[in-house]
């Protein structure tokens, strides 16, 4: 069976980007699933050390079938962000077969166990 690959989007949140990775690796279905990261820049000076610390952490995940970062050399915003990655791997895999979560987002397991067995039907 071939899963659906999971979209995450990550900014300035390292907190968050562990969590929500570790509610995902929860799921037996995760070393099957292909991952996407999305690391956006940082917007202002400000944000730096955050958007370095969560970059630094998403070069260290292991556990998925495959992991493909993308790390933006400017600062898109969450909507461009989004709208981009998720028309990039519809287009690749198609509308129904593609999971999105923003890095502050935390779901429960069994929600999540069931939204990838949907997806990857």
């Known amino acids: 069976m ?3 690959p999971i979209l995450l989007f990550v900014y300035n949140r390292p907190e968050h980007t562990r969590q929500g990775v570790s509610s995902l690796l929860r799921n037996q279905e995760a070393a099957e699933s292909p991952l996407f ?6 917007k202002t000076p400000d944000n730096d050390a955050a958007v370095q610390e969560v970059r630094r952490y998403i070069h260290s995940i292991s556990g998925f079938k495959s992991i493909t970062i ?8 969450l909507a461009r962000n989004i709208i981009d990655g998720v028309t990039t791997q519809v287009n690749e895999f198609g509308s129904h077969r593609t999971g999105r979560r923003p890095d502050s987002c935390s ?15």
Request: charge should be negative; proline fraction near 0%.
């Open 2 to 4: 071939t899963y659906a």
């Open 37 to 42: 990261i999305y690391a956006d820049q940082s």
């Open 70 to 77: 993308i790390e933006r050399e400017s600062n898109w915003g």
């Open 107 to 121: 779901l429960f397991s069994e929600v999540q166990e069931r939204c990838v067995g949907n997806l990857s039907g």
